[in-house]
Nanobody, 127 residues
Framework: QVQLVESGGNSVQAGGSLRLSCAAS????????MGWFRQPPGKEREGVAS????????YYADSVKGRFTISQDNAKNTLYLQMNSLNPDDTAMYYC????????????????????WGPGTQVTVSS
């Protein structure tokens, strides 16, 4: 089983930037899709960005396109999320997840498709 640990969450002013990291350990051979998800207070978890580990193909929610960038360092087994031009609507608990098996590309941003999750890191953006 793979273990995921997120880091980099913080409180920032609107317009600021943060970079989240997700370190993977354990059985990292079955990651296939890796993604970032978030859950704002009182709302459902939503997909933010994901990447197909073998090809590097990326997927983004419309709300973050042009502001967030997902990337991976396979040598370090680490996933990143660079977040720029943050606004208060980006306030949420951010989770790293991996599919831990096959999923369709159509489900790349669907939280229920992912089996393996980290504990999350809090991002708070103030106006």
């Amino acid at each position: 089983q793979v273990q995921l640990v997120e880091s980099g969450g913080n409180s920032v002013q609107a317009g600021g930037s943060l970079r989240l990291s997700c370190a993977a350990s354990g059985d990292t051979n079955n990651r296939l899709y890796m993604g970032w998800f978030r859950q704002p207070p009182g709302k459902e978890r939503e997909g933010v960005a994901s990447i197909y580990s073998y090809s590097g193909t990326t997927y983004y929610a419309d709300s973050v396109k042009g502001r967030f960038t997902i990337s991976q360092d396979n040598a370090k087994n680490t996933l990143y999320l660079q977040m720029n031009s943050l606004n208060p609507d980006d306030t949420a608990m951010y989770y790293c997840a991996t599919s831990c098996g096959y999923i369709s590309f159509r489900d790349a941003l669907r939280p229920s498709a992912y089996k393996c999750w980290g504990p999350g890191t809090q991002v708070t953006v103030s106006s």
